[in-house]
């Protein structure tokens, strides 16, 4: 039987995300958490440094993967990303996050974004994949990790790092499925409330 979250995946990945900005190509869709347990945080960064230095203005070429996603943003420009390679930094990120955050202290947060900012692009889409797969990632974990990745959320939103819209976008996601899912998940819409 599928997991949830997979579906959930499966169900906005193949639909949602595509008509969202018109995806030029498709990627397969795994699952994604048991890879991105595989990717330490400093390979994740030296993949971004790696991909940075093959970006021009309006385009990123991922030269590692055949399979890059080419995205035409709602503001017309276009920006390539690796849709499988942004899930697997997001669940990463997550996952070093929600181990390492404090009330004590702001650091956590401040490395979070940092690390968000090195491998997120101004692509809409790519902004709205990540918004989907924070929430996905912590539906099924301790209401402490939603609250924490709410405070994220909120700090990406307040510091520009993830726009409005992209935001609005990947929560609508997330809403659309959440009612397939309510048998696996009977408390999903607590669960979503938690962390906005």
Do not use: C
């Amino acid at each position: 039987r599928e997991n949830a979250l997979q579906s959930l995946r499966k169900a906005t990945t193949g639909s949602e995300v595509n008509t969202l900005a018109n995806v030029a190509g498709t990627t397969s869709i795994r699952n994604y958490r048991e890879d991105s347990r595989n990717i330490s945080h400093e390979q994740s960064r030296n993949e971004s440094d790696a991909q940075l230095s093959n970006t021009s203005s309006s385009v990123r070429v991922d030269k590692t993967y055949n399979h890059s996603t080419t995205i035409i943003n709602q503001d017309l420009s276009n920006t390539t990303f690796d849709e499988e390679k942004t899930i697997a930094r997001v669940h990463a990120l997550i996952e070093k996050y929600t181990e390492n955050y404090s009330n004590l202290t702001d650091r956590p947060v401040k490395e979070a974004l940092e690390d968000l900012v090195a491998f997120s692009t101004r692509s809409f889409d790519q902004q709205a994949i990540i918004v989907r797969e924070v929430f996905t990632n912590v539906l099924d974990a301790k209401p402490r990790a939603r609250r924490v990745v709410g405070d994220l959320l909120d700090a990406a939103h307040n510091e520009n790092i993830i726009s409005e819209k992209a935001f609005l976008a990947g929560v609508k996601m997330i809403i659309e499925a959440a009612p397939d899912y309510t048998v696996d998940i009977p408390l999903i819409w607590q669960y979503i409330g938690e962390i906005i």
